[in-house]
Structure formats: structure tokens, C-alpha cells
């Protein structure tokens, strides 16, 4: 395995609100920073293995 990353691990967790303002770009900055980080890996809604074949 090459790599493995939570995907979503941030934004399925928010509460909408509707005054809510969301920075996306801030949003998307979290979700890079800690879909490769554990416990945040295992709890994304969908996690990506990236293999490679020898």
C-alpha cells in the first residue's frame, strides 16, 4: 500500500446551521491536513487505498 486517507473526515461532522459561513477553502485545507492522519482516517465516510502492484 502506498497510501490511505480518510475521505470527508471534517465536513460530514458539521451541523448546519443556516447563518452558518463556511470558508470552503478553510474547510478543504482541514480535510487535506487530516484525512491522512489517524483517528481521522477511520472515521471519514469513505477511505482510498492507493496500492501498487510489484
Known amino acids: 500500500m502506498v497510501c ?32 491522512r492522519k489517524q483517528p481521522y482516517i477511520s472515521i471519514g465516510r469513505f477511505v482510498h487505498f492507493i496500492g501498487k502492484f510489484a
Open 4 to 35: 490511505k486517507s480518510g475521505v470527508r473526515v471534517i465536513n460530514d461532522y458539521m451541523k448546519p446551521y443556516p447563518d452558518q459561513d463556511i470558508n470552503v477553502d478553510k474547510l478543504m485545507q482541514m480535510e487535506l491536513t487530516y484525512s
